[in-house]
């Protein structure tokens, strides 16, 4: 699979079976710059929706793979960055399902959530699997170091917002991090906010790779 430059695997997931993953943004093109980033700090800081690669040249591909006997339960969006910065993400999603009987998932941090026509986006796809890792401003900034047009409010209620009106699979993860967000009050407030999110499953994952901090420790 080593000839394909959006495509890779098919991999096995934690979450999905064998997964073929889709990646339809450069690498670390972000709006976060995780303190548990496994890629390190946040060169390309940006939440600017882009087209950054041609949608007729990823569908092509995919068309190519589609022919070959390669086994694999689920289509996973993801990238090495944030994938709902990809415009075209709406387009992407709808016409690989039309290529695939297999469900198509998209793996977000969840910061495009307060704008609409991410949520319009997303909700093409058959599982979408945001990430949460803040309970209020403070923490969010700490954490996750988002780009400044982003809101921790406004990231919530769009979350909930879609999670009210989504007719797939709404998987929720959340990372502990030791020190930042694993206290037992900030477990209470996590309840708290996860009550007014319409979610199917939920996962709490602590990072097990080498994070972008130094200082960091895993919980
Ligand atoms: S959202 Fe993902 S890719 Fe972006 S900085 Fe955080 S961990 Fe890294």
């Given at each position: 699979m080593g000839i394909y430059k959006y495509i890779y695997g098919p991999v096995p997931s934690?979450?999905?079976?064998i997964s073929l993953g889709i990646s339809?943004?450069?690498?670390?093109?972000?709006?976060y710059s995780c303190?548990?980033?496994?890629?390190?700090?946040?060169?390309?800081?940006?939440?600017k929706r882009n087209e950054f690669f041609d949608l007729k040249e990823i569908l092509k591909e995919f068309q190519d793979i589609s022919k070959k006997d390669i086994y694999y339960d689920v289509v996973t969006i993801v990238g090495?960055?944030?994938?709902?910065?990809?415009?075209?993400l709406g387009r992407l999603i709808k016409k690989i399902k039309t290529m695939t009987d297999k469900p198509v998932a998209v793996i977000t941090n969840?910061?495009?959530?307060?704008?609409e026509k991410t949520r319009k986006d997303l909700m093409k796809a058959d599982i979408v699997l945001p990430s949460i890792d803040a309970c209020n401003e403070n923490m969010f900034t700490r954490i996750?170091?988002?780009?400044?047009?982003?809101n921790y409010n406004n990231m919530l209620e769009g979350l909930i917002e879609f999670s009210n009106h989504y007719k797939g699979q709404l998987w929720i993860e959340i990372m502990l991090v030791k020190g930042y967000n694993d206290s037992v009050d900030n477990l209470i407030e996590f309840k708290k906010i996860l009550t007014r999110i319409n979610y199917d499953k939920l996962y709490i994952n602590t990072p097990v790779r080498p994070p972008a901090e130094s200082y960091f420790q895993r919980s």
């Amino acid at each position: 699979m080593g000839i394909y430059k959006y495509i890779y695997g098919p991999v096995p997931s934690r979450r999905m079976g064998i997964s073929l993953g889709i990646s339809p943004i450069p690498k670390k093109y972000c709006n976060y710059s995780c303190v548990y980033c496994q890629l390190g700090r946040t060169k390309n800081l940006t939440n600017k929706r882009n087209e950054f690669f041609d949608l007729k040249e990823i569908l092509k591909e995919f068309q190519d793979i589609s022919k070959k006997d390669i086994y694999y339960d689920v289509v996973t969006i993801v990238g090495e960055g944030e994938p709902t910065l990809y415009s075209e993400l709406g387009r992407l999603i709808k016409k690989i399902k039309t290529m695939t009987d297999k469900p198509v998932a998209v793996i977000t941090n969840g910061a495009l959530m307060y704008d609409e026509k991410t949520r319009k986006d997303l909700m093409k796809a058959d599982i979408v699997l945001p990430s949460i890792d803040a309970c209020n401003e403070n923490m969010f900034t700490r954490i996750n170091r988002p780009s400044r047009s982003i809101n921790y409010n406004n990231m919530l209620e769009g979350l909930i917002e879609f999670s009210n009106h989504y007719k797939g699979q709404l998987w929720i993860e959340i990372m502990l991090v030791k020190g930042y967000n694993d206290s037992v009050d900030n477990l209470i407030e996590f309840k708290k906010i996860l009550t007014r999110i319409n979610y199917d499953k939920l996962y709490i994952n602590t990072p097990v790779r080498p994070p972008a901090e130094s200082y960091f420790q895993r919980s």
